[in-house]
């Protein structure tokens, strides 16, 4: 069936306000100024609310090496059509000192203690609220 899919005009295609997850996955993060910060690797969806909660945005590091994730709310960012790339109101400076994941790091993302430390870092109302 997902072969299907795939060949399927809905699948390969935008429609209108909507993208599909694989398209999401692997789209640019900028800054307001046009600078790259990161890619999207994983977006993160409330199974019972049907929220977008986090886009999990890899930052840092070199060759895959010290890479860091960053769970970041989705109301943080902005599609921006002429960039094809997300925007977002965040510097590098304030990226190195956000809630981050490691390789080997296990974080629960549905837990509401660290969602509430990410939500309050960048400042956003929490998903589930």
């Known amino acids: 069936m997902q072969t299907a899919m795939k060949d399927t005009a809905v699948e390969s295609s935008e429609a209108g306000r909507l993208i599909g997850s694989d398209k999401v996955e692997g789209t640019e993060v900028h800054d307001r100024a046009g600078n790259r910060l990161g890619t999207i690797e994983r977006v993160m969806i409330d199974k019972l609310s049907g929220k977008v909660a986090y886009a999990v945005m890899s930052f840092g590091g070199f060759l895959g090496l010290g890479e860091r994730y960053h769970p970041l709310p989705w ?55």
Request: glycine content about 4%.
């Open 75 to 129: 109301a943080v960012l902005d599609y921006d059509t002429n960039q094809h790339a997300y925007v977002v109101d965040l510097d590098t400076t304030t990226l190195e000192k956000a809630p981050t994941i490691g390789n080997q790091d296990r974080v629960d993302l549905s837990d509401e203690t660290y969602g509430r430390e990410v939500h309050d870092y960048y400042k956003v109302r929490p998903f589930w609220l």
